[in-house]
């Protein structure tokens, strides 16, 4: 079960199979926490169990979902939610995140679709967060997603995504990069859009990399080092909402361990300029 003095604070790193032997070997005493994918761990024995296992027993672990499709169509599925409970549970994760999209119509599009900015997807998200903190038994924290289509409604995208925290009330999960390459492809202030959001329900940060198509067209890859821009709009998210635990997304290309610390250096020191205000999750 959950250890109640477990916390997540400073900067963590998402654990990905390719980094386990390099982790374990090394054991970092400068990661802060490890945050994991359900979905790529949940059911596995044997070696893969007992990596787990090991690694929550060295760092406070956070999770964050995939598949959960909070704004889809299709019925909640509160069976995966059930056994997604034991996981969090097993394992003591300190805290479970989702996206604020849509992954199913009828079956997977293995892809995080977005909503239209409307009171409906307010509403229908808003409900099934309710419902899935009500099976979990916890608060979570839901996730602003990059996008690259028009997605105007009723509000604007901090507007919406303000709303559906407050009617739900759980958590953001607040993606700098997501808002930052979001803020080039649809032409708004990404600083007006942080101070525009709850500072007081910001849980944790993410930070990553993304892939310059154009001029005015950027892809949230995770496969590339963070950019000058990025770090500069954390230290913007630091200054609205105090300092925040904060990961490092990696997904693929990933570099040599040694590198991915020296990322999570920068966070270290973004957050010790900050560190007055410094919130801890428990």
């Known amino acids: 079960m959950s250890d109640p003095t477990r916390m997540l604070e400073g900067a963590g790193l998402g654990l990905r199979r390719a980094l386990t032997g390099a982790l374990a070997e090394a054991h970092?005493?400068?990661i802060g926490f490890l945050e994991v994918t359900p979905e790529n761990w949940m059911g596995l024995g044997g070696r893969y169990a007992r990596d787990l296992a090991?690694?929550?027993?060295?760092w406070p672990l956070a999770s964050h979902g995939l598949s959960l499709s909070l704004g889809g169509p299709d019925p909640l599925d509160e069976a995966f939610i059930g056994e997604l409970k034991a996981f969090?549970?097993?394992?003591?994760?300190?805290?479970y995140s989702e996206h604020l999209s849509y992954c199913t119509d009828g079956g997977h599009l293995y892809d995080l679709m977005p909503l239209p900015f409307t009171e409906e997807a307010v509403h229908h998200l808003a409900g099934r967060i309710r419902r899935t903190q009500a099976i979990l038994e916890r608060r979570i924290a839901v996730e602003n997603v990059s996008y690259y289509a028009d997605q105007s409604g009723d509000m604007d995208e901090a507007a919406f995504v303000t709303a559906v925290l407050e009617e739900a009330d759980c958590d953001l999960l607040l993606d700098v990069n997501n808002a930052y390459?979001?803020?080039v492809n649809h032409g708004y202030d990404p600083v007006r859009f942080i101070h525009s959001l709850p500072a007081e329900r910001i849980a944790y940060m993410h930070v990553a990399g993304h892939y310059r198509e154009s001029e005015r067209l950027i892809i949230d890859t995770h496969g590339a080092a963070v950019v000058d821009p990025v770090w500069s709009l954390l230290e913007t998210a630091y200054r609205h909402a105090g300092v925040r635990p904060t990961l490092l997304e990696r997904d693929f290309n990933l570099p040599s361990l040694s590198e991915l610390l020296?990322?999570?250096g920068t966070i270290r020191r973004l957050q010790n300029e900050e560190g007055h205000d410094e919130r801890r999750i428990a």
């Open 54 to 58: 090991f690694f929550a027993e060295q």
């Open 88 to 95: 969090l549970d097993t394992n003591g994760v300190v805290l």
């Open 181 to 183: 390459v979001n803020s």
């Open 262 to 264: 020296d990322e999570l």
């Open 28 to 30: 970092p005493a400068n």
